[in-house]
């Protein structure tokens, strides 16, 4: 088994700026796509960036120009870079990634984090 811990949520003013991490608690693993997700009460799940093994990226709309995910693969960790935040990016955040344990690949989810922008 493998856990994802993220880390870097908080309370910002708009304008202002956090970064996001998500490690796998374990380097030994191999680790595919990864991606971060936002959820607000009562609305979908939206995926907010994602990124290939091969760091090829991925970004949904609302965040393109602002945000930057990167990953680490020698620490099997991913980042978001926000920046320029607003009320609206105010959300759950939650690190998504695909791992191969024992040859089969599985999809593993982080606990989330709280990510508030306020105006």
């Known amino acids: 088994q493998v856990q994802l811990v993220e880390s870097g949520g908080g309370l910002v003013q708009a304008g202002e700026s956090l970064r996001l991490s998500c490690a796998a608690s374990s380097s030994s693993v191999r680790i595919g796509d990864m991606r971060w997700y936002r959820q607000t009460p009562g609305n979908q799940r939206e995926l907010v960036a994602r990124i290939s093994i091969d760091g090829i990226t991925n970004y949904a709309d609302s965040t393109k120009g602002r945000f930057t995910i990167s990953r680490d693969n020698a620490k099997n960790t991913m980042y978001l870079h926000m920046n320029n935040l607003k009320p609206e990016d105010t959300a759950v955040y939650s690190c998504?990634?695909?791992?191969?344990?024992?040859?089969?690949?599985?999809?593993?989810w982080g606990q989330g984090t709280q990510v508030t922008v306020s105006s």
């Open positions: 998504s990634a695909d791992v191969m344990i024992r040859a089969r690949w599985g999809t593993y």
